[in-house]
């Protein structure tokens, strides 16, 4: 299987987070869930803005809009077309969804860096984040307590030669033993909205196997980040900071399993939980803006995904 | 605005195509849908398995495998986990989504053409379909008559410098003034499934809005096809054939007016209809195995999309 070495000469030139505006707590940890009349279009095209500010583009200078959303916020048309509608009306800016759930921010920057370095466009935006609490099944505590609402969104530009920026290195696998550890079974093609009853009504909410997971992550997860340090030829200690998808409380567990030591990665869990799509770029966006990622230094992004998905992709910032 | 004028060495190497079971009429036109029991991942599936044989592959020789598809068949995993999960479990190839709506299989290859051009994958399968009878509107006549459940796929890999087949041109435009032209408004994260009673309850339908479109196309397309023409250094009668989307039998009166002629192009919506993403694939695979379309012919994939989303791409088989 190929894998990314290829070196991509591209920037985060921009980026913007937001939360939702309804803060709840659970045993001390913190939640946020949308007020009423709050979508997460608002969210994301706040967030969207804001990366457009930071980056100094406006949005006609944008080549496509991409949405990197697990969720749908309508079956039909795509998000980003509904982003773009907020947003763009009145361009003619391409838009399309890149999805692969919780790590769709890492595989939307995999695959429109090789689109910027191909030539077929230069400044992309990206845009993350999901409706999580529309599904989330009251009964199932662990996920129920887990989730936030929120967005985030990058400025994805081409970088000039004399720029330290670049992707250098980029992975992902799908190993599907997991793909109901994690899901939504019902309410699109496989199970219709209209078969819903009151006996199959679960099948409509949020499900997570939390337990199961875990088991296939320690199986699994370990010898995929050693392949990927050994073909992109970096040490674990060139990195400055690792940016983890915020899947929920077990990432101390995990990380130094896969010899990231305390402080090395982003755990902003206990501040606001998972939130699927949003969860990468969410915590980029606040390393970033908190001083702990500069120009030049070597990130790492990473996570598992419903699927079960895992990216890793190395980046001077 | 970028527009993909650089040529990508890749290969249609292998197509497969699959309707439903269930063959109904409207007015002396064919219609198919899900048999009781049948689900469109079977025909995704089946679909995938026969590019994969045309092109003499196996799912192991896969790099990545893409769901261009419309619509979720589960709000998730992505349906490409759910593919992988059917055809490739045990594996680790990459499963991902990339979605445009009806022109998501012209999008695909666009994007995954760049990642093949870039060297980050060699062989992706890509597979188109949808679940079109999950949600139409039995009182709204014009397009609860129009659509098909199908799919199609494609094997998609690099060619060799010898070899004539390459992609010349792309190009994609969204009008959001059309986002809500086509549009299922409920169901997903805006207006969530739980939310449905019994006066909303229309909004969880496919919701087409035929003259609207129309309209929107007759003002908007002949612009955008002389552009691409224009900006490719291609013209009309270098195309041995169009494949326009199939999106309904307004095609004869379009497809004159942007200056292809009758025999120029494929039209099957008295066969099958509108099959949302599967429809260019599906047309592209039965042109090929009718010999209408071989190997170094120069051909246009082309059609519109809810978004409002243009497709544009040049390809030489």
Chains 1, 2 share one sequence.
């Not at 009423?36 to 980056?55: F, I, K, N, S, Y």
């Not at 099944?137 to 307590?145: D, I, M």
């Not at 190993?175 to 009151?198: Q, Y």
């Amino acid at each position: 299987m190929k894998n990314g070495q290829i070196k991509r000469k591209v920037k985060l030139a921009g980026m913007g987070r937001v939360l939702a505006g309804d803060a709840i707590t659970f045993h001390g940890e913190t939640r946020y869930r949308l007020l009423p009349g709050e979508t997460l279009l608002d969210l994301v095209c706040l967030a969207a803005g804001r990366a457009l500010e930071q980056a100094d583009r406006e949005i006609g200078d944008v080549d496509c809009i991409v949405c990197a959303m697990a969720t749908p916020l309508q079956a039909i048309p795509c998000n980003a077309a509904l982003v773009h509608e907020r947003m763009a009306k009145g361009t003619e800016i391409p838009a399309m969804d890149i999805n692969t759930t919780c790590t769709s921010f890492i595989s939307a920057l995999d695959v429109m860096s090789c689109m910027v370095e191909a030539g077929r466009y230069e400044t992309v935006l990206i845009v993350s984040g999901d409706t999580a609490s529309a599904a989330l099944n009251p009964n199932q505590q662990e996920s129920y307590e887990l989730f936030s609402d929120g967005a985030a969104a990058c400025v994805l530009t081409k970088a000039e030669q004399e720029e330290a920026s670049e992707i250098i290195y980029s992975s992902q696998r799908t190993w599907s033993e997991g793909a109901h550890d994690t899901e939504i079974r019902g309410g699109c093609g496989l199970l219709p909205v209209f078969s819903m009853n009151e006996e199959n009504k679960v099948d409509y909410y949020f499900d997570m196997k939390g337990i199961k997971i875990l088991k296939l992550c320690a199986r699994k997860l370990p010898g995929f980040v050693e392949d990927c340090f050994k073909e992109a030829g970096i040490r674990r200690d060139e990195i400055r900071l690792v940016i983890p998808h915020q899947a929920s409380k077990a990432l101390d567990i995990i990380m130094p399993r896969l010899g990231f030591g305390e402080g090395t990665y982003m755990n902003r869990v206990w501040a606001y939980g998972n939130m699927v799509s949003a969860s990468v770029p969410y915590a980029l966006c606040e390393a970033i803006q908190e001083g702990k990622v500069q120009r030049g230094d070597l990130i790492l992004l990473m996570g598992t995904a419903a699927g079960l998905t895992v990216n890793f992709m190395l980046l001077r910032y």
